[in-house]
């Protein structure tokens, strides 16, 4: 069972930069990001193929990055250009592949972080 730790949310204004940091312990191939606003469903933002090496989007946010450390156990995201639409829980999970890939919905991702905030004030 995997256990999923985010931290680096805070208050940040328009126009600004962040990075989170996913430290993840356990073996589940695919780690990935998603966010969710107050009333919204949660979506994927971009996630990491451990076994494959390689990035995958899930959304077209241009203005976010992930890399990974295999050192560290870690999974970043970082976001430049913040938006007021992009204040959000930002979840980290974690999972397995499914049929070569890694899947894009929460439910197939079993494992789950606390979730940081990111409040993006105008």
């Known amino acids: 069972q995997d256990h999923l730790v985010e931290s680096g949310g805070g208050s940040v204004q328009a126009g600004g930069s962040l990075s989170l940091s996913c430290v993840v312990s356990?073996?589940?191939?695919?780690i990935t990001w998603f966010r969710q606003a107050p009333g919204k469903e949660r979506e994927g933002v971009a996630g990491?193929?451990?076994?494959?090496?390689?990035n995958y989007a899930m959304s077209d946010k241009g203005r976010f990055t992930i890399s990974y450390d295999y050192g560290k156990r870690s999974l970043y995201l970082h976001m430049k250009n913040l938006k007021p639409d992009d204040t959000a829980m930002y979840y980290c999970?974690?999972?397995?592949?499914?049929?070569?890939?890694?899947?894009?919905?929460?439910?197939?991702?079993?494992?789950w972080g606390q979730g940081t905030q990111v409040p993006v004030s105008s």
């Open positions: 990491f193929d451990r076994l494959a090496g390689t």
């Open positions: 999970a974690s999972g397995p592949r499914y049929g070569g890939s890694c899947g894009r919905s929460p439910v197939m991702f079993p494992f």
């Open positions: 356990g073996e589940a191939f695919c």
